[in-house]
């Protein structure tokens, strides 16, 4: 008996294998060319300034709005991207529209004073020949002073191909832009290295802030992720706020920038738009 439900167990994980390998390939074959067939859209969400709630700037998140799945998430899409390649153009197109949109969003609210967006850039994109060239024609097309853009590269990713990617993350810290460590703490960083990175950024993964609320140990934790941060010179930020009690003890942290759903969602283009207005109406009135 116990070998036959065995069997059926083994019969039902391949079975669940078997649609997911099939869900896999469906995504795989409809993402070609996505960006050509204009399925992709970027939503922002904001990252705000741990003590006086200012919008500091907003990262762009991509959805796939698939033609009969409807918007599809990132974690759905992007490691199969990533597995065939699509990421790359897929990578250059979100690019390209964030920094038309902050154009948008600079020409119509006048330049606000550092308002900046984060990108976030997968491996194959760093590792792409002509990365550099890329991201300053970009820049230089769309008039963005170069320090208004950050990429998102996550802790991994500049460990894994330490050697490969420094001279690459030099040469686009010398163009100017922003470089930020996403879900710190979740990969492993060697000091010594982190501390020679050109990376003006940390930020804290949200796993720390979940756990924060209920462990003192965890919240230990991210204090001292965040003082290891500034002691490197870097600005930190923690992503995945969902309670204002995370926000009082990021506060009490000194951790510089919180994003999270409690402060705001990723939103359309549009709604951004509004809380731009809505700030620079309390500058004005400040
Ligand atoms: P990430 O860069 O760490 O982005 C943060 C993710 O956490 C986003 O999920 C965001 O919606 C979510 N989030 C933000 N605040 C909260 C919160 O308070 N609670 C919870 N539970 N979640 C929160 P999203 O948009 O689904 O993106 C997931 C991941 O997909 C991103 O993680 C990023 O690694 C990747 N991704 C998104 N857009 C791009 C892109 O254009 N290119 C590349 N290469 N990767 C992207
Ligand atoms: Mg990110
Ligand atoms: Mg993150
Ligand atoms: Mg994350």
Redesign the pocket.
């Known amino acids: 008996v116990a070998k036959e439900r065995g069997g059926a167990r083994v019969q039902c994980f391949d079975a669940a294998l078997r649609t997911r390998l099939l869900e896999r390939i469906s995504i795989a074959h409809d993402l070609r060319d996505c960006e050509l067939r204009g399925e992709l859209r970027?939503?922002y969400?904001p990252f705000f300034s741990t003590n006086g709630r200012a919008l500091v700037g907003v990262?762009?998140?991509?959805?796939w709005d698939h033609p009969t799945r409807g918007l599809v998430?990132?974690?759905e899409f992007?490691p199969v991207a990533?597995e065939t390649g699509f990421?790359v153009p897929?990578?250059t197109w979100?690019l390209e529209e964030s920094l038309r949109q902050l154009r948008c969003w600079l020409d119509e609210l006048g330049d606000q004073d550092g308002f900046s967006i984060a990108?976030?850039?997968?491996s194959l994109?760093l590792q792409s020949p002509g990365i550099v060239t890329l991201v300053e024609e970009m820049l230089r097309r769309h008039r963005i002073p170069p320090h208004l853009l950050a990429l998102?590269l996550?802790e991994s990713m500049v460990m894994n191909d330490a050697e490969t990617s420094s001279g690459t993350l030099y040469q686009l810290r010398d163009l100017g832009v922003a470089l930020a460590i996403?879900?710190f703490g979740t990969g492993y960083s060697s000091l010594a290295y982190l501390r020679q990175l050109p990376v003006n950024l940390l930020?804290i993964d949200?796993s720390f802030i979940d756990a924060m609320t209920d462990s003192a140990r965890d919240r230990r934790v991210v204090a001292v992720i965040s003082s290891l941060g500034h002691e490197l010179g870097m600005k930190t930020i923690a992503?995945?706020?969902?309670t204002e009690m995370q926000l009082e003890l990021l506060r009490g942290m000194r951790c510089d920038l919180v994003?999270?759903?409690?402060l705001m969602?990723?939103s359309s283009p549009e709604v951004i738009t509004e809380q731009l207005a809505l700030a620079h109406q309390h500058q004005m009135q400040a």
Do not use: C, M, W, Y
């Open positions: 970027v939503q969400q990262e762009a998140l991509v959805r998430s990132p974690g992007i990533e990421i897929i990578g979100v990108v976030n850039l997968s994109q998102e996550t996403d879900d930020k949200r992503e995945g706020i969902e994003q999270g759903f409690h969602r990723p």
